[in-house]
């Protein structure tokens, strides 16, 4: 059974930084390509990051030079670092593990606000 645990999230003033984590089980962690997503209130969930099996990147226009995506294997774990936040970057996040299937994880909140 996946399972996927988000935590890090929290209020944060703008300019402020989070790191985000996400920990994979019941998956071979180093086959998946693995996604962060939000939503925030009235918008429909968007990719904000993503990093394949052999550590290919990509950004959502919006996050890229302030967000980090990076991965390790060896702990099942994938990481977001925020960076440079505003109010704008307020949403629930969303790990997601894809080979095929989506899993997901259940979410964490991110609050900018000043």
């Known amino acids: 059974q996946v399972q996927l645990v988000e935590s890090g999230g929290g209020l944060v003033q703008p300019g402020g930084s989070l790191r985000l984590s996400c920990v994979a089980s019941g998956i071979i962690f180093r086959l998946y390509t693995m996604n962060w997503y939000r939503q925030a209130p009235g918008k429909q969930r968007e990719l904000v990051a993503s990093?394949?099996?052999?550590?290919?990147?990509n950004y959502a226009d919006s996050v890229r030079g302030r967000f980090i995506v990076s991965r390790v294997n060896a702990k099942n774990t994938v990481y977001l670092q925020m960076n440079s936040l505003t109010p704008e970057d307020t949403a629930v996040y969303y790990c997601?593990?894809?080979?095929?299937?989506?899993?997901w994880g259940q979410g964490t909140q991110v609050t900018v606000v000043s």
């Open positions: 990093i394949t099996s052999d550590t290919r990147i």
């Open positions: 997601n593990a894809y080979l095929g299937v989506d899993s």
